[in-house]
């Protein structure tokens, strides 16, 4: 039994406190001893109803992804340097095989190209349709008398038998020749692929020209032909120029065909 005063332990049936003195009257009952509460299990799914209001249950953090591993970039590449030529096509290749595209590529100079489209093919053209029309009346046949020039076309063509019909035939290819010359340029000027074939088509028209004018006037003309040393000359110097040039266009559009696709 305890004390009802200071709560010492006493003997039972004792009838004073040993400790205060107090008086012990009828023996108090021993309060009941409350266990402590258990603890929680947290690792037990079981809920303990002992207690109202369990902690949550333990959840471990999320685990992030690790941050993707981007790549370096290249390293940096000097470009070319400028002015170096684009590599033309193989020899072989067919004409107008575009060469790989370069970014660094200079600038190509097209001096040659404007020269041919605003000048060289307007005025051989011009020269041709006038040229035939002086072979198709007869106008080449002028001689100097006495200071004065006189055309003696009617003598010559009743001299020689045929020779009208040469010139009115070679004038009327001359006249085409011109009319080509004119639509070559302006597939030239429009960058046209097959604008080079056509000025090489046109220097070979040329040539063939004069040689069959040539050919025509040694089988009705005969020997005397050569007497006129002017045409003889004149004929000669176009032969070359119109060799000359083909090879010199061949190559100068040849390295440029990447811009000439159209």
Known sequence: MFCPNCGS???????????????????APTPPVTPPPAAP??????????????????????????????????????????????????YGAPYGTQPAYNPYAPVVKLGWHKFLIYFSLWAGAIMNFITAIMLMFGLTYNVEVYGSTQNIADVVYAYYDGLQMVDILCGLLLI???????????????FSAIGPKMLIGLYCAGLVWSLMYILALLLVVGGDVFEDSQMISSTVSQLITSVVMMIVNYIYYRNRSHLFVR
């Open 9 to 27: 332990k006493l003997t039972d049936g004792a009838a004073f406190c040993t400790n205060c003195g107090a008086k012990i009257g009828t023996s």
């Open 176 to 190: 085409g020749i011109a009319v080509f010359g004119i639509v070559t340029r302006f597939k030239l000027a429009s």
């Open 41 to 90: 299990n947290y690792n037990n799914p079981t809920p303990n109803y002992s207690n109202p209001n369990p902690p949550p249950a333990y959840n471990p953090p999320p685990t992030y992804n690790a941050p993707p591993t981007y790549n370096a970039p290249p390293a940096y590449t000097p470009p070319p340097t400028y002015g170096a030529p684009q590599t033309p096509p193989p």
